[in-house]
């Protein structure tokens, strides 16, 4: 097994986009030496970072709030 940093949770969602969009998304992972799905990921991460409006979750428990 392997050691190191613990895996933080993570949620899976599709995400349907353009042709032109993912094969452009594509280039630039390649370009830039990362997978698409890594380049996404870092993508979104700096457009919710750059806003500083700061982003609250509600954690619900048992269906009610």
């Known amino acids: 097994m392997q050691q190191g940093k613990p895996k933080?949770?993570?949620k899976t969602?599709?995400?349907e986009i353009e042709d032109d969009l993912h094969k452009a998304l594509k280039v630039r992972a390649i370009?830039?030496?990362k997978?698409?799905?890594s380049l996404i990921i870092?993508?979104?991460s700096?457009?919710?970072h750059e806003?500083?409006?700061p982003y609250q979750v509600n954690k619900?428990?048992?269906g009610k709030k």
């Open 8 to 10: 933080r949770p993570t």
């Open 13 to 15: 969602f599709p995400l």
């Open 31 to 33: 370009e830039e030496d």
């Open 35 to 37: 997978t698409l799905h």
């Open 42 to 44: 870092e993508a979104l």
């Open 46 to 48: 700096d457009r919710v």
């Open 51 to 53: 806003d500083p409006t």
């Open 60 to 62: 619900v428990r048992g």
